[in-house]
Nanobody, 128 residues
């Protein structure tokens, strides 16, 4: 089992930056990839970014490409999401997810079914 805890959310102004962290514990050596998803109020949960645990390959959603960066620290079993130039439409609950699968479902890291464990989420609010 893997337990995930997000932190770093808060209220910022448009144009500001924020860094989210996800701390993993438990059988972290079994993780193959981690990802960030978000759910805005009244919307479906959507993919934001993902990173493979061994190779560090990254995948970023088009909606945040150029503004958000994902990284990991294997030694700390942690993953980060650096969010720059935040916009009001980035406001959402951000979730951390971990996959134990050898390959992503459908070969896509943006697929939620790829992930086996989820954190409780951290709220990001952006004022205009």
């Amino acid at each position: 089992q893997v337990r995930l805890t997000e932190s770093g959310g808060g209220l910022v102004q448009a144009g500001d930056s924020l860094r989210l962290s996800c701390s993993a514990s438990g059988r972290t050596f079994t993780m193959s990839a981690m990802g960030w998803f978000r759910r805005a109020q009244g919307e479906e949960r959507e993919f934001v970014a993902a990173i493979t645990w061994k190779g560090g390959a990254t995948f970023i959603a088009d909606s945040v490409k150029g503004r958000f960066n994902i990284s990991r620290d294997n030694a700390k079993s942690a993953m980060y999401l650096q969010m720059n130039s935040l916009r009001p439409e980035d406001a959402a609950v951000y979730y951390c997810a971990a996959s134990l699968k050898t390959y992503p479902v459908g070969n896509y890291y943006y697929t939620q079914r790829t992930y086996d464990y989820w954190g409780q989420g951290t709220q990001v609010s952006v004022s205009s």
